[in-house]
């Protein structure tokens, strides 16, 4: 089983839809939890970051932490062009430096 | 700025012939990695280093070389390239136990 699952996409939406990506994982000693956005031709940026279940808000950004199914999502409300990108969960341990990264979605809204 | 530069940006090479990617930050970060992403298979780490002197494999080291001499610095070096390793490759750091990590703009290497 692999450590980290992350719906595959690519996902294209229009604008102003409400995106659900979705990421599940398998190891119990991962404890922090976050989301990076990667536009084509960059680097990933770190979106979002939160250590405990439960929800947590960024604007028109919401990440969602489910630590008993072992299961995070991202959500976006009335989504833009420019949320097009690659989107990766990631996952940290309490202790170290390392992450573990899903494979990204790739997410197009359209004008 | 605070920021990753990596060096070059695009390469063409053949197999056998050896080739260096630079990596330099500036925010004084004691923990660096390397990634390469490949369609499908995500970001996998390559070699990561704590600090000066110390580096460490990571998922996909076969292949690889890295050293860290200065804090700064993080170099990935390819002795002998394959076709394989044909991807793009990401420089990060970060603070040692800091959950956000700082990306390079990334170095698309073919190797014919």
């Known amino acids: 089983q692999k450590e980290v699952e992350q719906d595959p996409g690519p996902l294209s939406v229009p604008e102003g839809a409400i995106v659900s990506l979705n990421c599940t994982y398998s190891?119990?000693?991962?404890?922090?939890f976050m989301w990076y956005r990667q536009y084509s031709r960059k680097g990933p940026e770190l979106l979002m970051y939160t250590y405990s279940s439960g929800n947590k808000e960024d604007g028109r950004f919401t990440a969602q932490v489910d630590k008993s199914s072992k299961y995070i999502s991202l959500f976006i409300r009335d989504s833009q062009p420019s949320d097009s990108a690659t989107y990766l969960c990631?996952?940290?341990?309490?202790?170290?430096?390392?992450?573990?990264f899903g494979e990204g979605t790739q997410l197009t809204v359209n004008p | 700025e605070a920021q990753v530069t990596q060096n070059p940006r695009y390469l063409i090479t053949v197999t056998g012939k050896k080739l260096t990617v630079t990596c330099s930050q500036n925010m004084n970060h004691e923990y660096m990695s390397w990634y390469r992403q490949d369609p499908g298979l995500g970001l996998r780490q390559i070699y990561y280093?704590?600090?000066?002197?110390?580096?460490d494999k990571g998922d996909v080291p076969e292949g690889y070389k890295v050293s860290r001499k200065e804090k700064r610095n993080f170099p990935l070096i390819l002795e002998s390239p394959s076709p394989n390793q044909t991807s793009l490759y990401f420089c990060?750091?970060?603070?040692?136990?800091?959950?956000?990590?700082?990306f390079g703009p990334g170095t698309r290497l073919t190797v014919l």
């Open positions: 190891n119990s000693a991962f404890q922090y």
């Open positions: 990060a750091s970060s603070r040692v136990g800091g959950s956000e990590q700082f």
């Open positions: 280093s704590m600090n000066v002197e110390v580096t």
């Open positions: 990631a996952y940290k341990e309490t202790s170290g430096s390392r992450l573990t």
